[in-house]
C-alpha cells in the first residue's frame, strides 16, 4: 500500500515552526514513495481555541514552501471532508463512539464539573495524578441511553481495562509499554457533541487510511490509549513516528507565545522559505554526509526516518542565517535582483546601476531585511574619522593612506573608460608600482569613497557603480581630510 501521511494542524493562529518542521517531515516521508500521498487535514474540532484567518494562513505557508498536499479541504480527494467540524455533521464521531462503547471501550458519563473536582481535590492531595473514577461506568448502555432520551447531558468517557498494559512502537521512541492502570479514561466526545482530539485522530486517521502518522512527541504519552482504541475497533494501527521538540534552549520549547519566530516572521525578516526549510529539515534529524543545503526535492531523497533523534533540538538562529546566506548566494543574478529590488529601492534612491549593487550585496547579505542598512553611503557620503585608515590586519595608518588615495587618485582621473573591468586593470597595478600590498592601497581607496570600514563589495566594485565624478569628488574629500590632520 502507497504511504499516506497527513499534516493536521488546529487553525489556531501563526504557523509555528515546529508544526512547520512536522509538515514537513510527513511530506518527505510520503514523497519518498512516487506513489505517497500527502494530506492536509484541518483540526477545528476547539471551537474555542479557533482564530479567524488561521486557515488560510496554513494554506498560505504550504504553499509558500512548495508543501502540495494531494488531498486537502482546498483540493478535495476521495476521503473528504477534510475538515473535522465538517466531518462532524456527517456524524462519523458519534457514531464509532457508540460503537467503541458496544464493544466496552468507551462509556457514557453524566458527571458534572463539580463531581470530578471534588475527586480531583481529594486525590492531589493525597499526591496522586488525577485519575477519574467514574460512577457512571456502572449504567448500563439501555439505561444511559435512557437518560439521553430524557435530555440529561453527557459526554462519553474512554474505559480502560484495570489491569494489565499496552503496548506500542514508535519509529523513533521504540517499543513502549505502559501499565493500563497509568492511563486516565479521557473524554472522547465532547458534551458539545464535538470529538476531542483525542478521539478524532484514531477515526480520522483510520478512515483516511493514513499509513504514518508524523506528530508532535507531546502525543506520545496518550498513545497506548489510542492503541487500546485501535485494537478495540479491530484496525490496524498506524505506524507511529513522534518528532522531538524544536527548543528555544536547552529548557524551553520554541513558542510563538514567548515571542520566538514564527514562518511568517522569519519570511518578514527576509528569510527565504526554502532556506527556512533547509534548515528546519535537520532539527532533529541528521543527513548521512555532511551536506547542509538541500532543495526540498534532495530533502526527499535523503530523509531517512531512522536518523531523527530523541532529543530536542535548539533552533539556532545563526546558523539558519548562514543557511539563508548560502541560498541567497546560490541563486542566479537576475532571479536574485528581482528578490532584493525592493530593499535596495529603500536605500538607494540614486541613479546608481541598481543591478550591480545587486550583484555587490549577493556577495555579503545573509538575510534579506540587512540590506537597506549596508547601502546606506551610496545617495550620501557619511562624515567618519581619519583614524579608521589605522588598520592592524590591512597593515594601513594615515600616512600610508594619504600616498595610495593619492596615487589612486591620479589613476582614476586619467580613465576614460569606467567599467569594472578596466577600473581592476589599472588599480590592481597600483600595489606593485608603490611597493606596497594590495590591502594598503585597496582598503584605504574603499574607506576614502564610502566612508565606512565594511562594505558590501571593493574599491573597485564600488568605484565602477558610483560614477567617475562621484568617485573623484569622494577621493578629494576624503584627501583633503588627511592632509588637514597631518597638519
Ligand atoms: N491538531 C493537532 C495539533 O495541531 C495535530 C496533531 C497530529 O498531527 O495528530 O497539534
Redesign the pocket.
Known amino acids: 500500500m502507497a504511504i499516506r501521511t497527513?499534516?493536521?494542524?488546529?487553525p489556531t493562529g501563526y504557523m509555528h515552526i515546529g508544526?512547520l518542521r512536522?509538515a514537513l517531515w510527513a511530506y518527505l516521508i510520503a514523497k519518498k514513495d512516487p506513489e505517497g500521498k500527502f494530506i492536509l487535514r484541518i483540526?477545528d474540532t476547539d471551537q474555542n481555541r479557533l482564530v479567524e484567518g488561521a486557515t488560510d494562513i496554513i494554506y498560505q505557508t504550504l504553499a509558500q514552501c512548495d508543501l502540495k498536499h494531494d488531498e486537502g479541504p482546498d483540493v478535495g480527494g476521495p476521503y473528504g471532508p477534510y475538515v473535522q467540524s465538517e466531518r462532524v455533521k456527517s456524524g462519523i464521531y458519534m457514531k464509532y463512539a457508540r460503537e467503541l462503547i458496544r464493544m466496552g471501550g468507551a462509556h457514557y458519563c453524566f458527571c458534572d464539573e463539580d463531581m470530578i473536582n471534588a475527586q480531583r481535590e481529594v486525590q492531589e492531595a493525597r499526591g496522586e495524578s488525577f485519575k477519574y473514577d467514574d460512577p457512571c461506568k456502572k449504567l448500563t448502555i439501555e439505561e444511559a441511553e435512557a437518560r439521553i432520551a430524557n435530555g440529561e447531558k453527557f459526554v462519553i468517557r474512554q474505559t480502560i481495562p484495570e489491569t494489565g498494559t499496552t503496548s506500542f512502537d514508535d519509529e523513533v521512541f521504540g517499543h513502549i509499554t505502559v501499565d493500563n492502570e497509568t492511563l486516565d479514561e479521557q473524554i472522547l466526545i465532547k458534551s458539545d457533541g464535538f470529538p476531542t482530539?483525542n478521539f478524532a485522530?484514531v477515526i480520522d486517521d483510520h478512515f483516511m487510511d493514513i499509513t504514518d502518522?508524523?506528530?508532535?512527541m507531546e502525543?506520545l504519552s496518550s498513545t497506548p490509549k489510542y492503541t487500546l482504541m485501535y485494537n478495540a475497533f479491530g484496525w490496524k494501527e498506524p505506524r507511529y513516528i513522534h518528532c522531538p521538540p524544536v527548543m528555544k534552549d536547552e529548557h524551553n520549547k520554541l513558542s510563538k507565545r514567548n515571542g520566538d519566530a514564527s514562518f511568517q516572521d522569519l519570511v518578514a525578516k527576509g528569510y527565504l522559505p526554502q532556506a527556512i526549510l533547509n534548515y528546519i529539515a535537520m532539527l532533529g534529524w541528521s543527513p548521512e554526509d555532511n551536506k547542509e543545503i538541500f532543495t526540498l526535492d534532495e530533502l526527499v531523497q535523503a530523509f531517512n526516518v531512522k536518523h531523527i533523534g530523541q532529543s530536542g533540538a535548539i533552533f539556532d538562529p545563526m546558523k539558519l542565517k548562514s543557511i539563508n546566506g548560502i541560498w541567497l548566494r546560490n541563486m542566479d543574478l537576475d532571479s536574485y535582483y528581482e528578490l532584493v529590488k525592493p530593499y535596495i529601492d529603500q536605500a538607494v534612491k540614486g541613479d546608481f546601476d541598481k543591478k550591480a549593487i545587486a550583484k555587490v550585496v549577493q556577495q555579503r547579505a545573509d538575510t534579506l531585511v540587512e540590506i537597506p542598512e549596508m547601502l546606506d553611503f551610496f545617495d550620501t557620503f557619511p562624515a567618519y574619522d581619519s583614524s579608521l585608515y589605522v588598520n592592524k590586519k590591512m597593515k594601513t595608518d594615515e600616512a600610508i593612506a594619504l600616498e595610495s588615495l593619492k596615487a589612486g587618485r591620479d589613476v582614476l582621473a586619467g580613465c576614460d573608460d569606467w567599467s569594472e573591468e578596466h577600473l581592476h586593470s589599472v588599480l590592481m597595478e597600483l600595489p606593485a608600482k608603490l611597493g606596497r600590498k594590495n590591502g594598503q592601497v585597496l582598503f584605504p581607496l574603499r574607506l576614502a569613497i564610502t566612508g565606512k570600514q565594511f562594505t558590501p563589495g571593493g574599491a573597485i566594485e564600488i568605484a565602477a557603480i558610483l560614477g567617475k565624478d562621484e568617485t573623484l569628488r569622494r577621493l578629494d574629500l576624503s584627501i583633503a581630510q588627511l592632509e588637514n590632520k597631518a597638519a
Open positions: 497527513r499534516f493536521a494542524p488546529s508544526n512536522t483540526e482530539y485522530n502518522v508524523v506528530r508532535g502525543y
